[in-house]
């Protein structure tokens, strides 16, 4: 198998595999999966307010997918995105309710606190990963709490209440056009934001200089460090970045799905998914808007499923996702065992 086009046909072929798999698990479940695999299509492309919302659900997604995908290409799990996305969905709610400016200040404010709250929040464990070398994955779950039950503590103290009051529309990403067009769905325009942000990681990691001693630094830290790199320093901007991605997913929500934010029992969950979406996508920005695109829309259109005539359980697609993940797992396992044969065999 062509190396270039391994990144491309694994997750192709797990997608397919996936959803086959997935097709004689819900046989099995006493379902018909052509009946429940109608009702997902219809609950993506039904009319143009799923379309909206689907487009909605798959916004963050990218974003958090993004956010992981980064510290991946640099050698770092950062596991904290959900915490991140949290801080930064608060911040940029915040700034949305207590400031009275125009739109074209507004509106970036509210977005770079979200980005800067996120990138903070990632900060710490890139400091301590850099200078005392803890581990990350620990730190980034621990901080996903801390998150969580500080930003309900500010919530209630702003608040006095468990939700905040909705932003001023100078703050809000949404868009009229979108609304009329999508029978007054919830999509709005922070999906070019989304997208511009891929533009610029991609351009980041493939053509500068800062990518490419980040990418480096993933690679190998002892050769990056004899080839006179400050190897701290780049763990701690590659946190730094993939904190501000993740807290531009808060700000999607924050500004564009919900326009306040509440208190939470539990985590939202999108940044977690964004692992799956970082692997889906190869941890390429390109390929993290494939797997973000896939995963949203499977999220989302999986709610139509309980309805008549398939009525099958919505928790059915995550069994279906897993599998999907499985797949792409074992490809690329079974991809680097193949390889390695290939060369005890030239060898020989």
Not at 15 to 43: D, F, M
Not at 314 to 320: A, C, G, N
Request: charged share 10%; proline share 4%; net charge neutral.
């Amino acid at each position: 198998m062509s190396k270039r086009w391994t990144p491309i046909l694994i997750p192709v072929l797990a997608v397919i595999l996936g959803l086959l798999v997935g097709a004689v698990i819900i046989a099995i479940s006493g379902y018909n999966p052509i009946v429940g695999y109608a009702q997902l299509w219809e609950g993506i492309f039904g009319d143009s307010y799923v379309i909206g919302e689907s487009i909605r659900q798959i916004t963050p997604y990218v974003l958090a997918g993004l956010a992981v995908a980064f510290a991946f290409k640099t050698g770092l799990f950062n596991i904290g995105v959900e915490g991140q996305l949290i801080v930064g969905w608060f911040a940029a709610v915040y700034v949305g309710i207590s400031f009275d400016l125009p739109a074209y200040i507004h509106l970036p404010l509210a977005i770079l606190a979200a980005g800067l709250a996120g990138a903070f929040w990632a900060f710490i464990p890139g400091i301590l990963k850099a200078k005392l070398g803890v581990n990350e994955v620990v730190v980034t779950i621990m901080l996903n709490y801390t998150a969580l039950h500080v930003t309900n503590a500010l919530i209630r103290s702003i608040a006095k209440g468990d939700t905040t009051e909705q932003i001023a529309q100078t703050a809000s990403l949404r868009i009229p056009f979108f609304e009329e067009i999508t029978q007054y769905s919830r999509l709005h325009g922070g999906i070019f934001i989304a997208i511009l942000t891929v533009i610029i990681i991609w351009f980041i990691l493939e053509k500068t200089t800062l990518g490419f001693e980040l990418k480096a630094a993933g690679f190998s830290q002892d050769a990056s460090k004899y080839a006179g790199m400050n190897v701290p320093r780049n763990i701690v901007i590659s946190m730094v970045i993939s904190g501000f991605i993740a807290g531009l997913a808060g700000a999607m929500e924050g500004l564009g799905t919900f326009e306040y934010v509440s208190t939470k029992t539990a985590m939202t969950g999108i940044g977690f998914d964004g692992i799956a979406v970082a692997v889906l996508g190869g941890n390429n920005p390109i390929g993290v808007v494939f797997g973000a695109i896939l995963f949203g829309a499977l999220k989302y259109g999986s709610l139509n499923m309980p309805n008549p005539p398939a009525q099958i359980p919505e928790e059915m697609i995550s069994v279906i996702i897993a599998v999907i993940i499985f797949f792409v797992a074992s490809g690329y396992l079974f991809q680097w065992l193949y390889e390695k044969f290939s060369k005890k065999k030239g060898v020989k």
